[in-house]
């Protein structure tokens, strides 16, 4: 495996390098018989929370592994179902449930037929390609529509990521996915509710009359992604300073998220009485919810919203609103929408940051709300 740029520790043989989701990745380097050796032996944000003196430990345990001849350096011969239950259990910790319970679905409805079987080190890309193109081919039996380019692309980049685990625990060389040839696509969605409709369906939301899914959709119209919010535990929020925290592996920009509580999930999560665990719990199970579908459909009929209008769009609502509808820069929608690509001053958990999405949610909702 070729790691990124390597900085010396004050352990000899000890480098680290950051990761955004592992935090402090350690690499131990020696030599037996000549032979030069660098493995990883830690992560800051694995479950022992390595530091660097337990990173050098383990090294030089491995060390002597490797001296007393164990077969450590065996390549384990896996077919690819195994290697993706055993990367699944690798990334538990640092991705969030809908993440993993996506990427179990893809695997078992279009990568487990094809290539579960079949050991890893005998898939080649010309394998993988033919698996991308038969997705292409295939004709969904609902919707009599053929698979999107981008579905293909999202299956292609689930099998590279396990085949990365695979080659970060040196039981392969090479990713077979690395070079599939994928169709071009364009992912721009396009805004359809008009201005009107946007305020309906708002307001529609905050009056809602199943407590459970106005606390859900409300959170969702603060341009949160649906994971997020069911994800939320109590444990992240903090009534004394009317913040909640979004931790780094349950969002995409892979860092811990601070957001302010409004007066609208103020009031949303001061009536809820159960305070321990997730803060949305189904009432099926008690546990976190699988599926909102059928709340949502009943909240776009209730306010006359009949056009092709994901729970994703929500986002799309608040970026359009506050970009569109009340000029404001991208920096601030991209501060309340959670994109990493925005160009404020990032610092954890910072006070300023709050102020301006707190501000900007104002804004938007002062806009969106039914005047009295």
């Not at 890309?125 to 919707?143: A, M």
């Amino acid at each position: 495996m070729a790691f990124p740029k390597l900085t010396k520790t004050k352990y000899k043989g000890l480098h680290t390098y950051k990761d955004t989701v592992k935090g402090t990745v350690y690499v131990g380097s020696f030599r037996i018989n000549g032979k030069l050796y660098k493995k990883i032996v830690g992560y800051s944000n694995d479950e022992f929370r390595t530091t660097e003196k337990i990173a050098f430990l383990n090294k030089e345990a491995m060390i002597q592994e490797y001296k007393k001849g164990t077969d450590v350096e065996t390549k384990k011969i896996y077919t690819f179902e195994q290697l993706f239950k055993e990367y699944i259990e690798s990334v538990r910790q640092s991705q969030s449930i809908s993440t993993i319970e996506t990427k179990e679905y893809y695997f078992d409805k279009h990568i487990k037929p094809v290539l579960g079987s079949q050991l890893i080190d005998k898939i080649i890309t010309g394998t993988v390609q033919n698996l991308i193109n038969k997705i292409l081919k295939t004709v969904k039996p609902k919707t009599k529509e053929y698979y999107k380019p981008q579905t293909a692309t999202h299956i292609n980049n689930i099998i590279k990521a396990v085949f990365n685990y695979a080659i970060e625990m040196n039981y392969i060389e090479s990713n077979p996915a690395k070079n599939v040839k994928l169709p071009k696509f364009d992912n721009t969605i396009e805004y359809t509710l008009t201005e009107e409709e946007s305020k309906k369906l708002f307001n529609t939301i905050l009056n809602f009359k199943e407590p459970i899914y106005r606390g859900i959709f409300t959170f969702l119209l603060h341009g949160h992604r649906k994971s997020e919010v069911l994800d939320l535990v109590w444990d992240n929020v903090d009534f004394d300073n009317r913040v909640y925290k979004i931790p780094y592996g349950n969002n995409k920009v892979k860092k811990n998220k601070l957001h302010p509580i409004t007066d609208e999930l103020f009031e949303i999560l001061i009536n809820i009485e159960d305070k321990n665990g997730y803060v949305f719990k189904s009432p099926r199970t008690g546990t976190r919810f699988n599926d909102i579908k059928k709340a949502w459909k009943r909240i776009k009929e209730e306010a006359g919203i009949y056009k092709d209008f994901r729970i994703h769009d929500i986002r799309h609502l608040i970026g359009n609103v506050t970009i569109n509808e009340l000029g404001q820069s991208s920096n601030i929608a991209a501060a309340i929408l959670g994109h990493g690509s925005t160009k404020m001053v990032e610092q954890r958990y910072s006070k300023v940051r709050t102020e301006t999405i707190s501000r900007g949610l104002g804004l938007i909702f002062d806009h969106l709300r039914e005047k009295q």
